[in-house]
């Protein structure tokens, strides 16, 4: 039996990357996965290779789209236990060089999308007195990266905001965890990193690799588990130990 049997889970930016190991390992621990993403035929594809999981194409930053998508989910299966607010995007330029334009995307997708997910599928868990939150934040919200200053604005958004609704929320026997990555093997890493780049972090990474997108989806499950029912507040780096706290 699986550590998420029962379990009803929304998981945004679960089309591919870090999203899609989530999706993947919450459906080996027994979990009915709702695998959201702005793509969405890379929902479908999710989904379409995991038991019992149902794609819906949602863009986090459209507090409708977003509202449309925990009703899914509430009318589909009953309720939601857990949220993962993994859906993100990022640019990388010197801030000096970065273009207004990006930074209100960088913002809307990875600050905003999480509060309208939170905001969208909560009160139902507040209700029934029940449930499990993970934010995915960044390394970049707790230490800074540079190329990434907006983006590191918002996952450090995310972080405090996490924190914060944890506290709120821990009446109601709601938890809210972040799990932040670090360096992680993804098509979005490599977007943006070029192969000098991608050497310098692995020499610099204390475990002489990349993260690979099933490193955080252990975390993220362990977290959105029973196992982990005294767990809240807390902000947990994935990083092969390049950050420490």
């Known amino acids: 039996m699986g550590r998420l049997e029962d379990k009803v889970a929304i998981v945004t930016g679960a089309g591919r990357g870090i999203g899609k190991a989530i999706a993947g390992k919450f459906a080996a621990e027994g979990a009915t996965v709702v695998v959201t993403d702005l793509d969405g035929a890379s929902a479908e594809e999710t989904a379409a290779g995991l038991p019992d999981a149902v794609p819906v194409r949602a863009d986090v930053t459209d507090r409708r789209s977003v509202q449309a998508m925990a009703d899914f989910a509430v009318r589909r299966f009953g309720r939601v236990d857990v949220l993962v ?103 979005l890493f490599a977007s943006f990193a070029g192969p000098d780049l991608r050497q310098a972090l692995i020499k610099a990474i204390p475990f002489r690799r990349l993260g690979q997108p099933a490193d955080v989806a252990n975390v993220v499950a362990f977290l959105a588990c029973d196992e982990a029912c005294y767990v809240t507040g807390q902000t947990v780096s994935v990083s092969g130990g390049l950050t420490m706290s």
């Not at 990006?102 to 599928?121: E, F, P, Q, S």
């Not at 868990?125 to 990434?148: H, I, K, P, Q, T």
């Not at 450090?156 to 670090?182: D, W, Y």
Request: glycine residues 10%.
């Open 85 to 187: 607010n993994n859906a993100g995007w990022d640019k990388a330029s010197p801030f000096l060089d970065s273009d207004p334009d990006d930074w209100d995307r960088a913002i809307a997708v990875n600050l905003y999308g999480v509060l309208h997910a939170c905001k969208a599928v909560l009160p139902a868990m507040a209700a029934r007195g029940s449930g499990a939150v993970v934010n995915l934040g960044s390394d970049a919200g707790r230490v800074g990266s540079s190329g990434e200053a907006v983006y590191s604005a918002a996952k450090g958004g995310v972080i405090a905001f996490t924190k914060s609704l944890a506290r709120e929320m821990a009446r109601h026997q709601v938890r809210v965890n972040c799990v932040c990555p670090g360096p992680t093997d993804t098509a």
